[in-house]
């Protein structure tokens, strides 16, 4: 069953503690649906500029991608410049230029309008929810947000979030939103803004996801190494994504699979910088890491 996501596609130019990308291509739409084309079918709907390489569609497009819903128009494409301090939990912005994102539109087809499968990346809540507008009546909707909108545009979001019934968020994110500190208690007053489910996203700390009746955390993959921390957040959420609809499952069991799914593929994209990790990664690879992943926290093992 495919997968719908809405979002960002950028070039990123990206500093962190081990070196430098220049005009890496990223975005959140990219990075959820690099991963999630790792177990179902996705379909992008997002905006790029003049300057997008031909070489960057090949690749998409190789991944399975249906870029359909890809508009194409005048003007550059959206461009962010980041720099990590040596905390890579910490970054600066140090460049924006949203380029033909500004006045980015989602219009879905009447074919992408049927999508069981929907992810509304990190953009305008209202947009987000113009996006729910569009659809007929899809199985599961995830959606992402970022501090920008929670606190510029808190009413819209509060209403998306009654409409949504998975948020993928991080920490920060979540205490801002919630107004509590304690991550318990923030996800307690997030589910009770609508979504059934709330997992919180916590770095190099792992996930945590919560409904009304359970709590699942798993640990992010032990990495001597983390290269460049940008969309693992994204990635993340596509894994999960990609492996919900892959297996068709919403039980208890499957949304843990697809939590560690979702991490294992995080665990990979912060090995390199941008796409650089996930434009080489094999099934194979996948698989040793998720049994790995599972061994790791397997508390009855030898
Ligand atoms: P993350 O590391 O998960 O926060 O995702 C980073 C991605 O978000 C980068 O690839 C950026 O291109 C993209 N990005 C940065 N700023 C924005 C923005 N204002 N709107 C949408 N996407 C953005």
Redesign the pocket.
């Known amino acids: 069953m495919s997968i719908l996501v809405v979002?960002?596609v950028?070039?990123?130019s990206l500093e962190t503690p081990h070196g430098k990308a220049e005009r890496a291509l990223?975005?959140?739409a990219?990075?959820f649906s690099v991963a999630a084309s790792f177990f179902a079918p996705v379909r992008m709907v997002a905006t790029v500029g003049e300057d997008f390489p031909q070489a960057e569609i090949d690749f998409l497009t190789k991944r399975g991608i249906d870029l359909s819903g890809l508009e194409h128009r005048k003007g550059r494409t959206?461009?962010?410049k980041?720099r990590y301090h040596e905390d890579m939990n910490q970054r600066d912005?140090l460049a924006?230029d949203?380029g033909v994102?500004s006045d980015f539109e989602p219009k879905l087809s009447p074919e992408h309008s049927k999508s069981p499968y929907v992810f509304l990346?990190?953009?305008d809540p209202q947009l987000q929810e113009s996006v729910l507008d569009q659809l007929g009546a899809p199985g599961v909707v995830g959606c992402d947000t970022?501090n920008?909108w929670i606190t510029g545009s808190r009413d819209q979001l509060e209403r998306l979030l009654k409409r949504v019934g998975i948020l993928v968020i991080n920490d920060e994110e979540a205490r801002l939103l919630s107004g509590e500190r304690n991550i318990v208690r923030a996800a307690r007053k997030l589910l009770q803004m609508g979504p059934e489910r709330v997992l919180i996203k916590r770095g190099e700390y792992g996930v945590i996801q919560f409904s009304p009746d359970s709590v699942f955390a798993v640990p992010a993959f032990p990495l001597e190494e983390v290269f460049d921390?940008?969309?693992?957040?994204?990635?993340f959420a596509g894994g999960f994504m990609g492996e919900i609809a892959r297996s068709g499952g919403l039980s208890e069991s499957s949304l843990r699979r697809a939590i560690v799914y979702g991490s294992v593929m995080a665990s990979f994209v912060v090995e390199d910088f941008?796409l650089g990790r996930l434009r080489a990664l094999t099934q194979d690879e996948i698989d040793r890491r998720y049994r790995q992943f599972v061994s790791l926290t397997d508390i009855d093992g030898a």
């Open positions: 979002g960002s950028f070039f990123d990223g975005g959140a990219t990075y959206g461009f962010w980041g912005t924006l949203l994102f990346a990190n953009i970022m920008h921390p940008t969309g693992a957040g994204d990635t941008g």
